[in-house]
């Protein structure tokens, strides 16, 4: 069967789906019955952390190996609240994936780049969505347009007089802003637009960027004024910090550049662009004040405990690195073993007496268990970080500041940066950066 977006209808015992045609290979149906495999990590972590998660898959067809990207999604009925609604959504719309599927080619007949659909699959149990998986090509030689443009600036900030650094930048914003203006023109509205919706790649010296986070796009016949507004407010939130005024103009002018239609009505849509960043301004900046008080508690000096199962050569780094930065703080490492049930209650009360009630102002769980936890909560501290997760009683009752990690959470070191993070800070190269 020859449909839904030139695909090849497939089935497997508990999957279904399509998948593009110079793909439906039995390598491929091999690669299905053991893809949940891939979004398990030694510590088995990964599909209890997010709702959602992001996997580079080897696929070797005619003796090429071809590297794909996996978005595993399981929607979060019982997450952070409590979505009871949920169940009867995902039986009449369609899942994420093939959300994505659909607009990825949808957007490629109006030659806006995304990376090329390959397949989606649905695994449902009793006509309700349980898990999705997305599957597009791998982007070699791809950053991130945030992680780009940080970096970018940086160098700048060191060289401000490098040309070529500065013709660089300029070409990136031109392309950012000529890219969210087609995609405008062609009447799609992203709904969560920012440059780390945006994927960065130079291939022999041609800058191609691509859209990525697809599934929240949604197509109008003739798109509304405050819809447009509303992702140029979000896109303007994402750089303010990144771009100078004469390069958020630049933006602009490539913007309207390539949505040529509302150049008369340029005035009309700025204005609106404005009316539309106050509350995400508000929004954020309640984020900005909380980061900007977690990081004077650690300045004037806190005890802090970091809780995990296992001690790894990343993690000694950080904490070196964190003490180096912040000398009046002190920076601790517990580790909690959990080998079995009745080693963790003859070590529980062990673990009781080093965290004493409140002998700690900060305690981040880099574990996530559900010991770990409990141990996060007994501490009294102040400040209770831990990751948010599936499990309703650790998300509300055990931690009082939740850390969503990002899809790409697979990755285990930006896992365990994600609460610094959190607390406005950044650590890249042995190097400390607040923000």
Known sequence: MYSMCNGFKVK????????????????????????????????????????????????????????????????MYLGVKIHPGKFLRYIVRLS??????RIAHMLLKNSIPVPAPVAFFNQRFLGILWKCYYIAEYLKNAQNL?????????????????HSLNLTKKKVIEETGALIGKLHCNGYRHGDLGIGNLMISWNDSILR?????????????????????????CLYHSVCNI??????????????????????????????IQKQFIPIQQKYSKIEERKAQNLERLRRG????????AKEEGMTEIIDNLKKKFPLSE??????KEDDLFSQLCNLFSYLKEIKQGAYGIVIDWRGSL???????????ELRMGYRSRNFVKNKVFYNFLVRVHSWSMDRRIRLLAPLKALGIQISNNNIFIH
Not at 146 to 162: F, G, V
Not at 331 to 336: A, Q, R
Request: hydrophobic letters at 40%.
């Open 12 to 75: 497997t015992k508990h999957l279904k789906g399509y998948v593009k045609k110079d793909y439906q290979t039995p390598e491929l149906e091999a690669m299905l019955d053991q893809i949940d495999c891939w979004f398990i990590t030694g510590d088995e972590r990964s599909d209890h952390l997010r709702e959602v998660s992001v996997a580079k898959l080897p696929l070797t067809m005619n003796g090429t190996t071809h590297y794909l990207s996996v978005k595993y999604t399981k929607p």
């Open 96 to 101: 994420k994936a093939e959300q994505s599927w």
């Open 146 to 162: 945030n992680d780009y443009l940080i970096e970018l600036t940086r160098n700048l900030l060191a060289e401000p007089d490098n």
């Open 209 to 233: 960027l691509y859209l990525v986070d697809i599934e929240t796009i949604t197509h109008h016949n003739h798109l509304p004024e405050k819809d447009m507004a509303y992702d140029l407010a």
């Open 371 to 381: 010991l770990t936890a409990l141990l996060t909560s007994l501490s009294g501290a």
């Open 331 to 336: 920076f601790t490492l517990l580790i909690v």
């Open 243 to 272: 771009l100078t005024g004469a390069e958020l103009r630049c933006l602009i002018r490539a913007y309207f550049k390539a949505n040529p239609p509302w150049i008369p009505h340029k005035k009309r849509l700025l204005r609106e």
């Open 302 to 309: 806190k005890r802090v405990l970091f809780i995990d199962s």
